[in-house]
């Protein structure tokens, strides 16, 4: 059982919360040439670690509002909680972010999301 | 739905080492079974195999079995991070069945379910293969009306499967409340007859021995750390015990295959949760059957030993560590003990949780990928157990030809970019 703390109501059981899976994938934009490769990954390809893992939070049976996590899926260790449409701060958090394939990947490379975070 | 022929093969047992019989149990309990001989060797890898499987668990092993029993292919290997069966094999609650909606599915759990009436001979070992039944109850008027709409679609199909009324649910299961004013009531349910439990390490030992008999290393305690390719072709595994050459591998590691694709730079859809079951104190036998509510989230059966076995649903978050959060086996206990009320009189003995490998559509992946030499076998999440037989015949039939056979082919990939996903979300049932 984890206990979470809510950025918004303090700590509470994991039972109040919803996980809504990997934080931060892009969506890649429509003006590049989708193709069904790209869009696949996008849309069904996983980042499924063994270690820390950067994923979305909702504190449904509470506040109903959303946060992202920073848990290591072995130990269940929570490393950050950080707000929405931020990135992490901890070094294994920002590990994690670096660590993730779509980093690399084509549906991400094609995002405008891309573009801004290399400036 | 599409029928293959089911081929069980014709090298098995080549060397004519000594076969269990109620013979052999006799003869060896005159030497107080010291003198068993064992049931299959400790190998070590050589440096060169034609193909190598990665992961000694039911499906790795069956893999293995038919490759060499079928397709002759006996200078290869089964490789195993820890002992066999000891991931999800040796940790599902047993049940079989092949009463899917859809015609990709009822083919390949069909397929297996015909492997499953026979495995025993075909292994000699008794894998306790025992077609108790399994029966859905539906707890609503709209859930029943869609259960007989995929008990039509099943029977189509030629699948056995039967509406049942509570009436006759009670004949069948006399422990069972059928009370309307409870939480979930029993407002009917259908019937698989030809479903059941089979004995799940039994399973792996099997195959294991008979494998191993055909000539298959069998070597465990022996992790995978990397994959080696030339260009776009597999020459071998780096483990720890060194470098092994072949031009085949087939991964079938449940909820580590990410890890392995990672190696190879390849994207799979799947996500690492952990199922978590438990098991009460043996008592006298009281359940025949097996029992499922897909709208509470349960599924109850006896063991032979007399233990009552309970399963429920995955844990919300991914996860590596093979145990899962409490308020799982909470709220599949208050479902079994309102079903069961004499449940409420049983201590639980031990609970645990094992990663599978869930998958987008619910479905497998039994497929080719973009290196030439690597195949993978995976993405069976909740429900692989029952399809163990099915999926190794038809994996193998795909390592050894590269190509899938008409089974198997709707479980390729690709489907995640064509959109020909295979949905059993519902059409399984919550707890396949
Ligand atoms: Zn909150």
Redesign the interface.
């Known amino acids: 059982?984890?206990k979470i703390k809510c950025p918004f109501c303090g700590v509470r059981d994991?039972?109040e919360f919803?996980?809504g899976?990997e934080a931060h994938i892009v969506r890649p934009t429509t003006d590049f040439k989708l193709t069904?490769?790209i869009f696949?990954?996008y849309?069904?390809?996983?980042y499924?670690?063994?270690g820390v893992?950067l994923?979305r939070w909702c504190h449904t049976s509470g506040c109903r509002r959303w946060f992202n996590l920073a848990?290591d899926?072995?130990?269940?260790e929570i490393i950050e909680i950080y707000p929405m449409g931020v990135f992490p701060k901890t070094v294994k958090g920002k590990k994690a972010y670096r660590a993730n394939?779509r980093r690399k990947?084509k549906s991400e490379a094609v995002s405008k999301h891309a573009k801004r975070t290399k400036k | 739905m599409a029928k293959l022929n089911i081929d069980r093969g014709t090298r098995a047992f080549a060397r004519k080492s000594k076969r269990y019989s109620i013979f052999s149990i006799a003869k060896n309990a005159a030497s107080y079974h010291q003198k068993w001989q064992q049931a299959w060797r400790h190998a070590e890898p050589k440096s060169t195999y034609d193909a190598v499987i990665i992961g000694g668990g039911g499906h790795g092993l069956a893999t293995a079995y038919y490759l060499a029993n079928i397709h002759g292919m006996t200078n290869i290997a089964v490789i195993e991070k820890g002992w066999l069966g000891g991931g999800n094999t040796g940790r599902n609650t047993t049940i079989i069945r092949s009463n899917y909606m859809w015609d990709e599915s009822a083919a390949i759990y069909e397929h297996a379910l015909k492997l499953w009436e026979g495995l025993s001979q075909d292994l000699n070992f008794n894998v306790m293969f025992s077609q108790r039944g399994v029966l859905t109850i539906s707890h609503s008027e709209h859930e029943l009306k869609g259960m007989s709409r995929r008990v039509h679609a099943i029977r189509l199909n030629g699948i056995d499967s039967d509406i049942l009324s509570p009436s006759e649910i009670k004949k069948l299961v006399p422990t069972i409340n059928i009370d309307p004013n409870i939480r979930y009531p029993v407002m009917g349910g259908f019937l698989q007859k030809r479903a059941g439990t089979a004995r799940h390490d039994a399973v792996a030992w099997g195959y294991a021995r008979a494998a191993d008999e055909l000539g298959v290393d069998i070597i465990q305690n022996c992790e995978v750390t990397g994959l080696r390719r030339n260009g776009n072709q597999i020459t071998g595994i780096q483990t720890t015990k060194g470098f092994v050459k072949t031009s085949k591998v087939g991964c079938v590691v449940a909820g580590?295959s990410?890890?392995i694709a990672?190696m190879a730079?390849i994207?799979?859809?799947?996500?690492?949760r952990p199922l978590q079951a438990i098991v009460s104190e043996p008592i006298k036998p009281i359940l025949d059957t097996v029992i499922m509510s897909n709208a509470v989230h349960m599924y109850i059966s006896q063991s032979d030993k007399g233990e009552m076995v309970l399963g429920a649903g995955v844990d919300?978050?991914?996860?590596?560590?093979q145990t899962g959060?409490?308020?799982i086996p909470e709220h599949m206990v208050a479902a079994a003990i309102d079903l069961f009320p004499f449940l409420s009189q049983l201590r639980m003995l031990r609970q645990w949780g094992g990663i599978v490998d869930t998958c987008?559509d619910a479905s497998p992946i039994i497929s080719r990928t973009d290196i030439k030499g690597l195949y993978f076998n995976c993405g069976w999440g909740t429900g692989g157990f029952k399809a163990t037989p099915g999926s190794g015949h038809v994996f193998a039939d795909l390592i050894a030809n590269d190509r899938p056979n008409p089974i198997a082919l709707p479980f390729g990939l690709k489907r995640?970019?064509?959109g020909y996903l295979i949905d059993e979300h519902g059409a399984a049932g919550v707890a396949h």
């Open positions: 059982m984890l994991e039972s919803n996980c899976g069904d490769k696949s990954e849309l069904f390809m996983k499924n670690p063994k893992f994923e848990r899926t072995v130990s269940h394939w990947s | 580590h990410s890890i990672d730079n994207r799979l859809p799947i996500t690492s919300k978050y991914n996860s590596y560590a959060s409490w308020t987008p995640f970019e064509t």
